[in-house]
């Protein structure tokens, strides 16, 4: 049991000791989120925004194929993109595997179902009587939409958290496509399944602690903005 | 208007530091080191510390960068006959041979041994301890003692299954007491404490998990110093003809300064808890 108050206190003295393999695992894990939040939320956005806002033909099975790849398991995206970027593969000659931009191509298709699914149905759930307000104001259709978007920016900024929970926490596609290699595609995530598979759980449970944290932080963050935006 | 105003200025803050963070990611990324190897090895030289050791020697020695994935022998080999790394170094001849009998891998190199023990708890409810490891093994499976394998075409698991098979004992699978892990060598032998039963290891993983527990492990060394428990580790660099973008001549670099008298010195000074983990053996 010991080993649970020794990994509390092991993560505030990683964290205030400013170990350099710690924190070289904290700017991969940094890095490749920023890198798949900006792929995702690019593509994503307006994705789930089109999805939401406009009725075709479709549309229902558009919405059953990506609610089904919310189910998508990490390793399953790990081994489709490994086959894709290995030397082997189509896109070998890219040497995209064991690089963070390959790790960040797995995190994108993750969390893409993510961003657009919850897009989709905030802009959905906008009030219909906002449209044809906006509508009899005379307001055009980029200025509509460019409203609607506002409208639900807080249901969009919860999009995006929960895509980043989902990067930030997984293991499976960081493991296979980076390799966990120390000072270049160890995330904060890969390091803790390998101290755990070498018996150092009491460092597992410290840098668990430190991803919590920085994921705090951020949340801190966001939540300071909004709080400037209701102002 | 003023709502309106905040709201964008605290998005464009947003936007802005978003457009920073990955300038200065991309910025970092820009730059590839000339001289990175790629490595594929086996679980034990990378949780033991080995290669922690080792890759800055070779940096001093040859301005290389040497950047490993810690897999079984069978990952290994398919990541190097995919072309994905420049070398392996790993420990199971059998493997090691169709490997190089297929060209996927050139001019294999001995480089140390250490060897395979076999451990269980210190009440040995099957009796091996002192036996061979043939009767050692025919006990564990008359006796029905639980056994934790590697179940994962690793060296060790490869080296398993020639040693049931030299026991005469038909290789396990359903049976109850056979608990095929899947995982690594350290997270096998934690699973045969946890649940006290018998598992085969390499001696320097046995150390690392030895000083893990602080020298109070639930399982220990019933058996050991047989022949047929020896474990080879070579390295082979990737054929290039087989995937031109590999990078051979880094990785028979390594292969030669692996094999030299320095850095056998060097991997023959690797100790743990006082105890010499790898024995160096280059022809």
């Known amino acids: ?231 | 208007m003023k709502k309106i105003f905040s709201v964008k200025k605290g998005f464009i803050a947003l936007l802005g530091v978003a457009m920073i963070v990955l300038a200065l990611a991309s910025a970092s990324l820009g730059a590839p080191d000339a001289a990175v190897l790629r490595m594929a090895t086996t679980t034990s030289t990378d949780n033991t510390g080995l290669l922690d050791y080792l890759a800055p020697i070779l940096k001093a020695d040859l301005g290389i960068e040497l950047q490993w994935v810690a897999v079984g022998t069978g990952k290994a080999l398919e990541l190097g006959r995919n072309g994905d790394v420049d070398v392996v170094l790993t420990h199971d001849p059998e493997s090691e041979k169709s490997f190089i009998d297929e060209e996927y891998g050139v001019d294999p190199k001995q480089v140390m041994y250490n060897d395979f023990v076999v451990l269980g708890p210190a009440s040995d409810q099957a009796g091996v301890k002192g036996k061979s490891v043939n009767d050692a093994f025919k006990l564990i499976a008359d006796k029905q003692a639980p056994f934790a394998s590697r179940a994962d075409k690793s060296g060790t698991h490869m080296a398993e299954l020639r040693l049931w098979k030299a026991a005469g004992v038909p290789e396990p699978d359903k049976e109850n007491w056979y608990i095929q892990t899947g995982q690594g060598m350290l997270d096998t032998i934690n699973i045969a404490g946890e649940r006290g039963g018998y598992v085969l290891t390499d001696r320097g993983t046995f150390i690392t998990y030895e000083a893990n527990n602080k020298g109070n492990p639930p399982v220990v060394i019933l058996v050991e110093g047989d022949d047929s428990l020896k474990n080879q580790y070579s390295v082979i660099p990737v054929n290039p003809k087989k995937h031109a973008n590999v990078n051979y001549e880094l990785a028979a670099k390594l292969s030669d300064w692996l094999t030299s008298k320095k850095a056998q010195d060097d991997i023959a000074n690797f100790k743990m808890e006082g105890k010499q983990l790898f024995f160096p053996n280059a022809k």
């Open chain 1, 1 to 231: 049991m010991n080993y649970i108050t020794e990994g509390f206190f092991q993560a505030i003295g990683l964290i205030l000791s400013m170990d350099e393999e710690t924190w070289q695992a904290v700017g991969v894990t940094v890095r490749l989120t920023v890198m798949s939040m900006a792929a995702t939320l690019s593509v994503g956005l307006p994705l789930g925004f089109l999805l939401g806002y406009f009725d075709f033909p479709g549309k229902r099975g558009a919405h059953m194929v990506v609610d089904t790849l919310l189910a998508l398991p990490t390793v399953v995206v790990g081994l489709v993109v490994y086959a894709f970027i290995s030397n082997r593969g189509p896109l070998g000659d890219l040497r995209l595997l064991f690089t963070i931009r390959g790790m960040a191509i797995g995190q994108t298709i993750l969390a893409l179902p993510i961003v657009i699914a919850l897009t989709a149905n905030a802009v959905e759930c906008l009030d219909g009587r906002l449209r044809m307000t906006l509508a009899t104001l005379g307001a055009g259709g980029w200025r509509m939409a460019a409203t609607s978007l506002r409208e639900c920016r807080f249901a969009l900024m919860a999009a995006a958290v929960t895509a980043y929970g989902r990067v930030v926490a997984e293991v499976g596609v960081s493991m296979m496509l980076g390799g966990n290699i120390k000072w270049h595609t160890r995330t904060i995530t890969t390091a803790i399944t390998l101290e755990t598979g070498k018996g150092d759980f009491a460092l597992g449970i410290a840098l668990g602690i430190l991803l919590l944290a920085i994921s705090f932080a951020l949340n801190a963050g966001l939540s300071f903005l909004k709080r400037r935006a209701d102002a």
